[in-house]
């Protein structure tokens, strides 16, 4: 069967259009920027007389066109200054944030652990949104397993095994990839004469910013007391930090001796931007 000629000059203006998307950016950008200035040529005599009737139309607006000349610099000089203005009170709120961020640990030599400020730089997509990546890695001395905090005890996640020299990706909570945590729920004071004691339970992830567990009957556990990690599996560091709060006490319906308890995560980890990590690996570089 013959392919007509048409047929041929498609298939093979496709294939070439593919082969040089597959070029490296750096390789396209000199001639597609020709070829686009090529292929406009044919159009210029429609949009120019368009582009003429809409600044009839409506013209452009022109800051302080009215005024004279030198109180126009001086106008636009008060908006330059307002706008480097607020990109410093931007940067000054960045930098109060990542101080807070360090000055809520206590020194942590007797630990074996260091903070160390990351900042996530990709995550995944949808929800739940999954790992996370963050700015750090071997070469700072991240290692597989060290805890990523953030407020100064909240629990955020771990860091995952196959970190690279200056990238780690983070397992959250809220993961299922996260398998068990063994916690404690740590009863908040409520004014009575005899303070509720803490209770073990073991939790899993179910999704955004959830785990469940279960917990035998007759443990007092109300809605609104905190969870801390107490799991001989996680690093020292990661001992006592806050893993969420209390939200529900329910029955469970396969087993009326035991109960359901909802801990919900004090954060979600798919909003943060700035995490710290308790490095517990060599110095590394700063």
Known sequence: MRVPPAHRLIAGAVLGAALLAALPQSAQAPWSRAVAAVLWIPLWPITAPLSALRDAVRPPQVPYAALPEQLQEALEARDRVQGERDAALLRLREVETELAELTGFRPGRQDGWRPRLASVIARGVGRPAGLFRIDLGASQGVVAGDPV?????????????????????????????????????????????????????????????????????????????????????????????????VERVGTLDSNPLRRRIDVRMDVDPARLGRVVVKVSGPGGTP
């Open 149 to 245: 905090v953030v407020g100064g005890n909240r629990l955020v996640g771990r860091v995952a095994a196959g970190g690279e020299d200056a990238r780690s990706l983070v397992v959250p909570l809220d993961d299922a990839r996260i398998g068990r945590l063994d916690a404690i729920v740590a009863p908040a004071p409520d004014g009575a004469a005899a303070a509720r004691p803490t209770v073990l339970v073991q939790l899993r992830a179910v999704r955004d910013g959830l785990l469940i567990g279960e917990l035998e009957s007759r443990d007092d556990i109300r809605a609104g007391d905190p969870v801390l990690l107490e799991d001989a599996t996680w690093p020292a560091a990661a001992r006592g930090m806050r893993v969420g709060t």
